[in-house]
């Protein structure tokens, strides 16, 4: 997480370049506007075409631009250089823009430094979801909500066969000594599970046949049972795993999707109730200086310095925050908590 974070502005800045934000001028409407300022940019050049070249940084910030579940196809060196391309296209369009008079035109101006706020906000929102998201505020969650990730599963491996003898036959060789995945292999009629020695996937009681079921479950781990006949046949079962809830790496994927997505969504609420605007939807004007009803039992928020330090306000569900200030990097103040 602290890399990503370490990687946000520039990659920010580079962003800001790359959506058209124009440059501030000594005589035009942005002058001194630090907005669609870019910083230094020294890394490597993935792309160039004559005199237009896309830099590394620029590379990640368009594809930071991107929906993440679709950033994997851009691994492949064939689709890095589609996206090169990409960018170096929309380059060669902003490089025209200056002779069309755009860059002087203050509707369009007025534009692009609203679109550099966006990107700021979508930063912002990127920071909150990373801190949300610590080791220590995921592991809480799955230890606060034990009930939820509770799921009974087992792990298990058997034999299937229709004729009653050779079940008997098969379960006394096991019991002497024979190995479990080569009779199964040999003798089971589980299309599914005979290639992999008998073994079946992870899986609740409900999907199981309920006298195959009630008979794994109550097994210790590595004991086999006696012959267990269900609609399918005669089965021989042993045992691999079994427990009682989810492990919190499988879940960990959900836990964090959800505390990012409560993160923004209880900070935009703060924000909004700060600054007294209606709920979203509801329309009409701003409440100036709108005061919310007290409530018991607040927590913390943090919100950027300056953002009405110490002011009182309820996110949802009812439940209040104290806004507090955050000094910025290298002020030497103390966080307040």
């Given at each position: 997480?602290?890399?990503?974070?370490?990687?946000?502005?520039?990659l920010l800045s580079a962003l800001l370049a790359l959506t058209g934000c124009p440059a501030a001028t000594e005589s035009g409407p942005a002058a001194g506007d630090s907005l669609?300022?870019?910083?230094?940019?020294?890394?490597?050049?993935?792309?160039?075409?004559?005199?237009?070249?896309?830099?590394?940084?620029?590379?990640?910030?368009?594809?930071?631009?991107?929906?993440?579940?679709a950033r994997a196809r851009y691994q492949n060196e064939k689709d890095k250089g589609v996206l090169t391309n990409r960018i170096l296209l929309n380059k060669a369009l902003f490089n025209k823009v200056e002779s069309e008079g755009l860059l002087d035109d203050p509707t369009t101006r007025l534009a692009a430094r609203m679109a550099a706020e966006k990107a700021y906000v979508?930063?912002?929102?990127?920071?909150?979801?990373?801190?949300?998201?610590?080791?220590?505020?995921?592991?809480?969650?799955?230890?606060e909500?034990?009930?939820?990730?509770?799921?009974?599963?087992?792990?298990?491996?058997?034999?299937?066969v229709k004729d009653e003898s050779l079940a008997n036959s098969i379960l006394t060789d096991i019991r002497g000594g024979a190995d479990f995945a080569v009779l199964a292999e040999k003798h089971s009629e589980d299309r599914g599970s005979k290639a992999r020695g008998g073994e079946l996937p992870w899986a609740t009681r409900d999907r199981w046949v309920p006298e195959f079921a009630d008979a794994?479950?109550?097994?210790?781990?590595?004991?086999?049972?006696?012959?267990?006949?269900?609609?399918?046949?005669?089965?021989?079962?042993?045992?691999l795993e079994k427990r009682e809830?989810?492990?919190?790496?499988?879940?960990?994927?959900?836990?964090?999707?959800?505390?990012?997505?409560?993160?923004?969504?209880?900070?935009?609420?703060a924000v909004r109730l700060e600054v007294g605007l209606?709920?979203?939807?509801?329309?009409?004007?701003?409440?100036?200086g709108r005061q919310p009803s007290p409530h018991g039992g607040a927590r913390t928020l943090k919100l950027p310095a300056g953002a009405g330090a110490g002011a009182r306000v309820p996110v949802t569900g009812?439940?209040?925050?104290?806004?507090?200030s955050v000094p910025k990097p290298g002020s030497g103040a103390p966080a307040g908590k």
């Open positions: 997480m602290t890399q990503s974070r370490n990687l946000l502005f520039p669609c300022t870019s910083l230094p940019d020294n890394s490597a050049v993935v792309g160039q075409v004559g005199e237009i070249v896309v830099t590394q940084t620029q590379f990640d910030a368009e594809l930071l631009s991107i929906p993440e579940r979508n930063a912002l929102f990127k920071k909150l979801e990373a801190q949300a998201v610590s080791d220590e505020a995921v592991m809480a969650h799955y230890e909500n034990k009930a939820r990730f509770t799921r009974p599963m087992a792990r298990a491996r058997h034999i299937l794994a479950f109550a097994l210790e781990v590595d004991q086999i049972t006696p012959l267990v006949q269900s609609k399918y046949g005669f089965h021989i079962i042993q045992l809830r989810q492990p919190i790496e499988e879940v960990r994927p959900g836990i964090e999707r959800l505390l990012s997505r409560n993160a923004v969504r209880d900070y935009r609420e209606p709920a979203p939807g509801a329309g009409g004007p701003p409440s100036a009812g439940k209040p925050v104290q806004v507090q």
